[in-house]
């Protein structure tokens, strides 16, 4: 009887031993090539589309309000620093009383300098900066930051942000005069 017993445990602990180390089949590596996730990339092409409105805000001065849009392209260095270049449309209102032109519309080729104030690896939403630097037809020399909100991912974002406009052209006096405008830009950038 007591070989049996002994049997049984030996039976009994080799069965224990081998259900522990049982075969686990993982799943295979895909066999793609030269794959790239570019959603969750830090670096490479990105580009944005723009909406904006605004008033100037001269306290002497005639006051003239504007419509635009603009498109800007470039590399993205990492999510905190992106550099590129645009291209837009602008509308100004009241624009004969101001400026020594009938023509109202100008467009604004600039450079652009952006990125993310805080990582939105673990965030829906993070607070963004942006600055556009260059020149509007009929007019001149423009400056352009802009602080906001960009919210949907880490690529693909909604943008809404305020900025700050400061530009010269000359009056109906063909005297040199410097605006500043304050607006609302809408967007989305990928």
Known sequence: MRKVFIY????IGCLSVNAQYRDVTLPEKPHQTGYKDYYNT????????????????MATKKNMQYVGISFSGGYRIN???????GLGG??????????????????????NARGNFISAYDRDGVPFWSINIG????????????????????????????????????????????????????GYEF
């Open 79 to 85: 999510e905190f620093l992106r550099f590129g270049a």
């Open 42 to 57: 830090e670096s490479g092409f990105w580009c944005a589309f723009e909406a904006e409105g605004g008033s100037s805000i």
């Open 135 to 186: 020149g509007i037809t009929e007019e001149g020399f423009f400056a352009s930051p802009t602080i906001g909100y960009s919210f949907g991912g880490l690529r693909n974002n909604f943008l809404i942000g305020i900025s700050y406009t400061i530009t010269n052209f000359k009056d109906c006096d063909k005297t040199n005069q410097v605006y500043s405008y304050f607006g609302l830009k809408l």
């Open 8 to 11: 049984l445990l030996l039976v």
């Open 90 to 111: 602008r509308m100004y209102v009241h624009n004969a009383e101001i400026r020594n032109t009938d023509n109202k519309f100008g467009i604004p080729i600039f450079a």
